[in-house]
């Protein structure tokens, strides 16, 4: 751990509102090995057994910080742990809890057998629908929510991502299954590359459909010392295209690791004389795949953006003299 102590001073507007927001030392969320083990704290499952007392505890222990009223005796260590409690529990527009199913470390470990040992596109029409409803759940979760959601909009967004995005997984099974009139070579090659341009393809749908309303309405974008600038759509589609980015990169890992793996591992003595252990070793795979593209995906940007205001709407360059400001993109 970096010491809380040598946090430097924010050079920017990035790192000041990093700072605003937890003791994390700025410099470690503009790298991307930065953000990525930032990113492991933020999806450790242990963070869903927290208890209500124990977040409490957390949240003051970082104010008390941040106000210079720390007891004697609190440690790096404790501040950092806080700071994984509060980051992984509360979302950081509204400081309310995030319902744990649709945390993000909830999100690498709730998903069905069926849903990890099956190729997407020959999963039931069923667990399509399961695994949209839990992707269109976990975008809205976590999308930016400076701006206030009515229900309606939730459920317009929630039909829309998860029809799209399962018409295109049925789509790709249908392209699958005529792919055994090929020939060999083809039918080959539609079935090894076929499903990533689709998943994708899904996963696209579903985040810009969920939050489709920060595009009609903007969202908010903060100055060096953390205040209020103004409302952007302009802001709002660069966060839409940084998190759909994301899931574009999220199923490769998915898609590609866990057959070549598998291809080893069925070749071992310890499978072939016993076949009954496939099911469970294949999940136990598709899960670590899983677990190793979900942080690996949504560090690619950090959470909190920066963009110069000459990008954005004049009426934001005009009401800052900054010359960047940040946004939160959501995950």
């Known amino acids: 751990n970096v ?13 000041s509102a990093q700072l605003t927001h937890s003791p994390l030392p700025p410099l470690l969320q503009t790298s ?48 950092w742990s806080a700071q ?18 649709f945390r993000m470390s909830g999100a690498s470990r709730e998903v069905t057998t069926p849903l990890l040992t099956s190729p997407p596109p020959s999963l039931p029409l069923a667990f399509q629908w399961l695994n949209q409803s839990h992707n269109a759940c976990v975008n809205y979760a976590n999308r ?28 790709l099974n249908v392209l699958v299954q005529k792919a055994n009139k090929f ?20 996963n696209i749908c579903n985040v810009v459909l969920m939050r489709y309303g920060e595009l009609e309405e903007g969202i908010d974008v903060l100055d060096g010392d953390g205040n209020l600038v103004g409302s952007s759509k302009i802001a709002a589609r660069h966060a ?14 998915i898609l590609v690791l866990p057959p070549i793996v598998m291809s080893m591992l069925e070749k071992t003595a310890l499978l072939q004389a016993r076949p009954r252990l496939l099911l469970p070793v294949q999940s136990l795979v598709c899960l670590a795949a899983f677990g190793l593209a979900l942080p690996l995906a949504i560090s690619l940007f950090p959470q909190m953006s920066e963009i110069e205001t000459s990008q954005l709407e004049p009426e934001i ?15």
């Open 84 to 101: 994984k409690i509060k980051q992984a529990i509360l979302h950081p527009d509204t400081n309310e809890k995030i319902f744990m199913p």
């Open 32 to 79: 991307f090995f930065g953000r990525f083990r930032h990113f492991l704290d933020i999806i450790d499952p242990r963070t869903l057994f927290v208890t209500e007392r124990r977040l409490r505890e957390a949240v003051q222990l970082l104010e008390d910080y941040k106000l210079g009223t720390l007891r004697p005796g609190v440690t790096n260590e404790q501040l």
């Open 3 to 15: 010491p809380i102590a040598s946090c430097s001073f924010p050079t920017s507007a990035l790192e």
């Open 317 to 331: 360059a005009r009401a800052t003299s900054g010359r960047t400001v940040v946004y939160n993109k959501g995950l």
């Open 144 to 171: 930016n929510a400076t701006k206030p959601s009515p229900a309606s909009k939730f459920i317009q967004g929630y039909l829309g991502a998860v029809i799209s995005a399962v018409s295109i997984a049925v789509g």
């Open 240 to 253: 839409l295209l940084e998190t759909a980015l994301t899931r574009v990169v999220l199923p490769m890992p």
């Open 183 to 202: 020939t060999p070579a083809t039918r080959l090659l539609v079935q090894r590359f076929v499903p990533f341009p689709a998943v994708a393809s899904a």
